[in-house]
């Protein structure tokens, strides 16, 4: 037999909306995601909410509970007192479509512009060889999970939407870290398109995206602040300056945006 308790749930859109009350049954061992589906059978049957695994694979059911981003399928209801009222929020810095549904197609299309893995010339498919430790460099980075609770935690663009146009967030920037982390990319330096394209210079570190990955992923030591620190090397350390001066290759580009790899 289940305990009663309350939750608190935003109904609307992007343009209208409200918190509404309902007390709904709650058993042991249940998550929030498993109350949520409970109001749609009993309460709410028009409640919108994203959902897939719900085994914290997926990144569908991110949503915000008790002003913290977290996913609904992996917040544990013995987590919150007996008498605590349990508020779930659309994920604020993307807009609603409906109820917990939200619009985080920017996420895509910041996405879409980050350069693809990039091969080495005359290396097909199938004859990539590389050393084990440079497959783990970047392995951590490969668990993410697209859930975007960093870009929704991220307060560059969650409390600044004028950012959005010129910031990618830490989803794209971990992407890049893989990237550049590649043995066989070929593509130029990852680092100065996180610089001069993604607006890496925006993030203050100050890791709250790191707190709510919920796979663990050390976001800001492991892949921002080193990526940070070869950016600013490569613009404004006078001896790297004079060494690309000295030993630059022929053909590389003056400007160290435009720069190769190496």
């Keep these: 037999m289940g305990t009663e308790r309350h939750f608190r749930v935003w109904r609307g859109d992007d343009e209208n909306g409200d918190l509404v009350d309902f007390d709904v049954e709650?058993?042991?061992g249940e998550v929030v995601l498993d109350?949520?589906?409970?109001?749609?059978?009993?309460?709410a049957p028009d409640l919108a909410v994203r959902w897939n695994c719900k085994a914290g694979k997926c990144g569908s059911c991110s949503a915000e509970?008790?002003?913290?981003?977290?996913?609904?399928?992996?917040?544990r209801m013995n987590t919150f007192a007996d008498d605590e009222t349990v508020t779930v929020t659309p994920l604020r810095t993307f807009p609603v479509i409906r109820d917990l549904v939200t619009d985080v197609s920017f996420n895509y299309r910041k996405a879409q512009q980050m350069p693809a893995f990039?091969?080495?010339?005359?290396?097909?498919p199938g004859e990539y060889r590389m050393q084990q430790v440079d497959v783990e460099r970047s392995q951590?980075?490969?668990?993410c999970i697209e859930c975007f609770l960093c870009q929704n935690t991220c307060h560059v663009v969650r409390d600044h939407e004028e950012n959005k146009q010129a910031f990618s967030?830490?989803?794209?920037?971990?992407?890049?870290?893989?990237?550049?982390?590649?043995?066989?990319?070929?593509?130029?330096?990852?680092?100065e398109i996180a610089h001069a394209e993604q607006g890496i210079g925006y993030c203050?570190?100050?890791k709250c995206c790191t707190e709510v990955c919920p796979e663990g992923i050390h976001i800001t030591d492991n892949a921002i602040i080193p990526m940070k620190e070869r950016v600013v090397d490569r613009r404004y350390d006078p001896i790297f300056w004079l060494g690309r001066k000295?030993?630059?290759r022929p053909g590389m580009a003056e400007d160290p945006a435009k720069g190769r790899r190496g």
Aim: hydrophobic share 40%.
């Design 246 to 248: 000295i030993f630059r």
């Design 65 to 75: 509970i008790n002003g913290m981003p977290k996913l609904m399928c992996m917040t």
């Design 169 to 191: 967030g830490p989803r794209l920037f971990i992407r890049a870290a893989e990237l550049d982390m590649h043995p066989l990319d070929a593509r130029e330096d990852r680092k």
């Design 26 to 28: 709650v058993n042991e």
């Design 118 to 124: 990039d091969p080495p010339e005359g290396v097909a």
């Design 204 to 206: 203050n570190i100050t």
């Design 140 to 143: 951590e980075f490969r668990k």
């Design 35 to 43: 109350i949520i589906h409970r109001l749609q059978a009993t309460q």
